[in-house]
Nanobody, 118 residues
């Protein structure tokens, strides 16, 4: 199973970006999907998660600004980021709990860099 993240880039403060993460491979179904971020010198932080049923959770720092969604038919999760702040600058990574023929495993995508300038 592979996860491919995209959509990062350079944006000015108060701007918006939309990240995408598509899963491919031998997938029976996907349970939860998540976005994490890691800023330089900081620990990785869970930004948002979404269950297969659509229940979402957000870090307090992004509530009201970020929206996680998914297209289960495309095995894809999105992160719409609005009102971006310089402190949102980080490498954003996606993860998914994937059910396969050999069991459920957590797959990780490569990171995509988001840089917010002031």
């Amino acid at each position: 199973v592979q996860l491919q993240a995209s959509g990062g880039g350079l944006v000015q403060a108060e701007g918006s970006l939309r990240l995408s993460c598509a899963a491919s491979g031998s997938i029976s179904s996907i349970n939860a999907m998540r976005w994490y971020r890691q800023a330089p010198g900081m620990q990785r932080e869970l930004v948002a998660s979404i269950t297969s049923g659509g229940t979402t959770n957000y870090a307090d720092s992004v509530k009201g600004r970020f929206t996680i969604s998914r297209n289960s038919a495309k095995n894809t999760v999105y992160l719409q980021m609005n009102s971006l702040k310089p402190e949102d600058t980080a490498v954003y990574s996606c993860a998914a709990d994937v059910k396969t023929v050999i069991g459920t495993l957590t797959s990780w995508g490569q990171g995509t860099l988001v840089t917010v300038s002031s």
